[in-house]
């Protein structure tokens, strides 16, 4: 799904509007380029760069956006548009948990990425619309992530390393790190990058479903040393972790069962009982190795 049900209309009846060049609503790109690719909605040929299909998508995103186009599509918000995140993310999931593998199943798993991908773009777009430091387009969107997977995995990139042979982390980077060496890496540079987060359960989103929010922190007391978790087992082979995953499943479907018949809210329950945990087990952060010198 995309985001809305509205009736189909022929497209090519609406006239492509001309930009004014300081509109907030215009693309970034140089006013040559954008008089002659703004709105460019043509399919590339079968077979073509990933860039021309994208920046193709950018331009039907434009112009659904821009006046003239769809009367729906300009009138979200970052807010309002939330739930289709929600809906289309979930929709990936459906798709990538099909139980026999084929091309209806491909097909689908493709044209759910699809829809998740638009809603990056829809914010995107949205974002060329703010007021001054607010402002944002899809090449800034680009660039954090592209920065944030090269600054989180220096090992594989060394020379984004500086000078001494460390990255903004503060630990030397190269060689082929252990799973500690990687563990001590990534908190680390999840300290610099968010400073604001001074205890163990930070930055954990709030609205997320009970048991995501329960193995989130359950992941994060592990990794930060909280007493009195059950100690971590080596996974079982593939046949064997899916047999225990089966059984975990049918154990927490029994629960629920019994929980529901006593008209029982098992996810307020959850959320409750991992509230009361991070509660009690909180604590500021310990000083990372290189704070500690």
């Known amino acids: 799904m995309t985001g809305h049900q509205e009736p189909l209309r022929d497209e090519s009846a609406v006239a492509a509007p001309a930009h004014d060049e300081t509109a907030p609503g215009t693309q970034t790109r140089d006013p040559i380029t954008r008089d002659t690719a703004a709105h460019d909605t043509t399919a590339p040929s079968h077979g073509a760069a990933p860039g021309a299909e994208f920046e193709r998508l950018l331009a039907v995103m434009d112009r659904l956006r821009s006046p003239g186009g769809c009367p729906w599509d300009a009138a979200q918000t ?114 610099r990058e968010k400073p604001q987060r001074t205890r163990i359960f930070d930055g954990i989103p709030p609205a997320l479903p009970a048991l995501a929010y329960a193995e989130k922190a359950l992941s994060k007391a592990r990794r930060h040393g909280v007493a009195g978790l059950p100690e971590a087992r080596p996974e079982s082979d593939e046949n064997g972790r899916q047999a225990e995953e ?48």
Do not use: C, M, N
């Open 78 to 191: 970052h807010e309002s548009l939330l739930r289709y995140l929600v809906e289309e993310s979930y929709e990936v999931v459906e798709a990538v948990e099909a139980l026999e593998p084929s091309e209806q199943s491909r097909t689908e798993l493709v044209e759910e990425l699809g829809d998740v991908l638009l809603q990056v773009v829809f914010h995107s777009r949205i974002g060329q619309e703010h007021p001054g430091e607010q402002r944002f387009d899809i090449s800034d969107v680009l660039a954090a992530v592209t920065d944030k997977l090269v600054r989180r995995h220096l090992a594989v990139f060394p020379e984004d390393a500086g000078p001494d042979g460390t990255g903004a982390s503060g630990v030397v980077v190269g060689g082929i790190p252990s799973d500690a060496e990687l563990a001590a890496r990534w908190d680390a540079v999840k300290r």
């Open 246 to 293: 089966d059984a975990l499943g049918e154990e927490l479907f029994r629960r629920l069962q019994d929980s529901s018949a006593r008209g029982l809210d098992a996810e307020r329950a959850l959320r409750t009982a991992v509230r009361r945990f991070v509660r009690d087990h909180d604590a500021p952060l310990s000083p990372a190795p290189s704070d500690a010198r």
